[in-house]
């Protein structure tokens, strides 16, 4: 290769590695300013943001659907996050997109008492190889909490050990559930408070 050439191709691989951390980085500016809209409660700029061409272009079609569903989720719009859901059934995903989406639409359903979407997405993430500590969880979740199943007490209570803080919050719920399930009021009250204790901490 002549010394002309070599040098040709340094350039347009700089030229396109330039291109590429441009697109990152404003792809990364554009999802930090509409999780801001979103966390400040601006509703209208939100979507009118995420309308425009430019988040559509640079933004991937998992992001924009994940940030409307929690735009539908922190307005209390069910039926606009059964839509968001529903528009990705047929989407793929890769393992780690589906724990998120589904895992957080989960736990929306469940809040909602909503049985169906909540079997819809337990079903979409028992399908998914690897992962298993945080499908362990979700799907947990979803038996205790939707099936009132009581079978996996001792588990979580093993767990506690080597749980976080929020790992510690969602387990001591579950356990709360579970021991309402068993009419266990004193047990279930206990767990309530020692979740409402470390959110307390957590906060301050």
Do not use: W
Request: aromatic share 12%.
């Amino acid at each position: 290769m002549s010394a002309f050439y070599f040098v040709m191709v340094v350039i347009i691989m700089l030229a396109v590695l330039s291109s590429d951390y441009y697109v990152r980085r404003q792809r990364k500016l554009l999802i930090n300013k509409l999780i801001n809209l979103l966390i400040n409660k601006k509703f209208t700029e939100f979507y009118s943001l995420l309308g425009s061409r430019r988040v559509k272009r640079l933004i991937p079609l998992f992001n924009l659907r994940l940030l409307e569903f929690n735009a539908a989720v922190l307005q209390q719009k069910t039926e606009k996050a059964k839509e968001v859901l529903d528009s990705l059934q047929n989407k793929k995903m890769s393992g780690r997109q589906t724990i998120e989406f589904y895992g957080r639409a989960l736990n929306y359903f469940i809040e909602k008492r909503d049985a169906t979407y909540a079997k819809t997405c337990y079903t979409k993430i028992d399908k998914v190889n690897g992962y298993q500590k945080e499908k362990s969880y979700l799907i947990t979740l979803y038996k205790i909490m939707m099936l009132d199943e009581t079978d996996d007490e001792e588990k979580i209570e093993n767990r506690l050990i080597s749980d976080d803080s929020q790992e510690k919050v969602t387990d001591y719920y579950l356990l709360a559930h579970i021991n309402e399930i068993k009419k266990d009021f004193k047990r279930a009250k206990k767990y309530n408070q020692l979740a409402d204790k470390i959110i307390t901490e957590i906060v301050e």
